[in-house]
């Protein structure tokens, strides 16, 4: 168990409405994540975070905006849901550095129709 | 730009029938090679990092090795629970973050 809780599991939206999923954290990890995962692409990195306020892009950042305002959590919003991004959505964390293991929540479906 | 690429899609073995998963990579400079299982439902769970290749690790039925182009994932006697799909990952130095694999789906039949 990696102390890593995300919620809610499991959403159905409408297209254009806007989506905020939460992952909450009880290590005190310096660095989490935020990753999708669809067939045929495997899981790709959507933001990150290294601190408090301290966010960064991944590799699918575009329509995602991310907030971390305490060190436990990390917000991932949809500010205008699109079909497209119907996905498992993961968060991780990890202590950073080289080598450092990233563990990952239980995932969080959201549907956008 | 860094790259990993997992073989095969989809690995059907009897139960007893060892085998092995393939992870090959390119990364400019490795940080560390990580293998993942996910069940259906679940989120990833972690299994090994390796570092430098000649590297191997063990656990259970398991045995991950490394060398400077790809990973194997070796499957001693699986059980139907070793059922899963296996992930690979790469952490290089331009990157920093991890790029994962398609997956390895592996299904063992008692």
């Known amino acids: 168990d990696a102390g890593i809780t995300q919620s809610p599991r499991h959403k159905v939206t409408e297209t254009g409405t806007p989506v905020t999923l939460r992952c909450h954290q009880t290590?005190?990890?310096?660095?989490m994540y935020w990753y999708r995962q669809d067939p045929g692409h495997g899981l790709r990195l959507i933001h990150y975070?290294?601190?408090?306020?301290?966010?960064d892009k991944g590799e699918v950042s575009d329509g995602y905006s991310v907030s971390r305002s305490k060190t436990e959590d990390f917000l991932l919003t949809l500010e205008s849901a699109t079909s497209s991004q119907t996905s498992v959505y993961f968060c991780?964390?990890?202590?950073?550095?080289?080598?450092?293991?990233?563990?990952f929540g239980e995932g969080s479906w959201l549907t956008v129709v | 730009e860094d790259q990993v690429t997992q073989s095969p899609e989809a690995l059907r073995l009897q139960e007893g029938e060892s085998s092995s998963l393939n992870c090959s990579y390119t990364?400019?400079?490795?940080?560390?090679l990580f293998w993942y299982r996910q069940d259906p439902g679940k989120g990833p769970e972690f299994l090994f990092t390796?570092?430098?290749a000649g590297e191997e690790k063990e656990k259970e039925r398991l045995k991950a090795t490394l060398t400077k182009k790809e990973s194997f994932l070796h499957i001693t006697a699986p059980k139907p629970e070793d059922s899963a799909t296996y992930l690979c990952?790469?952490?290089?130095?331009?990157?920093?973050?991890?790029?994962f694999g398609k997956g390895t789906k592996l299904s063992v039949k008692p």
């Open positions: 290590e005190n990890h310096r660095y």
């Open positions: 390796l570092y430098s």
């Open positions: 990364v400019s400079g490795l940080r560390g």
């Open positions: 991780a964390i990890s202590r950073g550095g080289d080598g450092n293991t990233i563990y």
């Open positions: 975070s290294y601190g408090v306020k301290d966010t």
């Open positions: 990952a790469v952490q290089g130095r331009s990157q920093g973050n991890l790029i």
